[in-house]
């Protein structure tokens, strides 16, 4: 557990489930103090009393990373609240595959605005602050699909390899002393294939999903780069199952 001096304000989107839950208990648990943000109010109640029950600190904010006023209230508050924040992560996304002569063009929008507009509304929110301080850290969450295509994933991989073509863009624009890290799970235990409606993919991903890691390992990712010294940049990790190929 870090010390006091070594304690980081965390900023985490999409936390009231998965990989973003696993990641505020998890940084909370290091002396971390979190702030948490997404749509399921009662959830993020439930995350934030677990870690104050086990003696972390956390807030709380509903969130809605596709409206970027909302967005940037979320950090604005955080450095309002705490002087300061040092790393953003951003997590939330969706993903409602489909064959693309499917037509689920609301689906497919969705998936944009959240994976690709909720990238840019974090950066956009945080870049100021950690510009103004010297120092900052931007965690995007992309995935596998970020990698490579499969039939029903065109959309979702698209908008997973712009959440990390722009994060290489960004850390390749900024100055050294903002780091920049993003995370490419593979099948980790999750409810995003919970929003897939198109029967076909909803089976495949059954199939597809049958070895998944906890979300706790992408915890530990992010845990790993965030925590290393501050001339240390880790720009990217892949994580999936040993058995996923």
Avoid: C
Avoid at 117 to 135: E, K, Y
Avoid at 198 to 224: F, H, Q, V
């Amino acid at each position: 557990m870090p010390n006091e001096s070594h304690s980081k304000v965390v900023l985490v989107t999409g936390a009231s489930s998965g990989i973003g839950e696993a990641t505020a208990l998890r940084l909370a648990a290091e002396g971390h103090h979190v702030v948490i943000g997404a749509r399921r109010e009662d959830r993020l109640s439930a995350i934030a009393t677990q870690i104050r029950d086990k003696g972390g600190s956390v807030d709380t904010r509903v969130l809605d990373v596709t409206d970027r006023h909302d967005v940037a209230a979320f950090a604005d508050g955080a450095v309002r609240e705490h002087g300061r924040i040092d790393v953003i992560v951003n997590n939330a996304g969706v993903m409602p595959l489909s064959r693309l002569d499917s037509l689920l063009v609301d689906e497919w929008n969705r998936m944009i605005d959240v994976n690709i507009r909720g990238v840019l509304h974090g950066i956009a929110a945080a870049l100021p602050h950690f510009q103004r301080q010297g120092s900052g850290h931007f965690v995007t969450v992309a995935s596998i699909g970020a990698h490579e295509v499969v039939p029903t994933s065109a959309v979702y991989s698209g908008t997973k390899f712009a959440a990390w073509a722009i994060t290489e863009g960004l850390r390749q624009e900024l100055d050294p002393a903002i780091r920049v890290t993003t995370v490419s799970p593979g099948v980790v235990e999750s409810e995003l294939a919970d929003s897939i409606t198109e029967p076909g993919a909803k089976e495949m991903m059954r199939t597809y999903r049958a070895n998944a890691l906890p979300a706790d390992a992408i915890a530990d990712a992010i845990s790993y780069a965030i925590g290393q010294p501050a001339g240390v940049d880790v720009n990217e990790l892949i994580v999936r199952p040993a058995g996923q190929r």
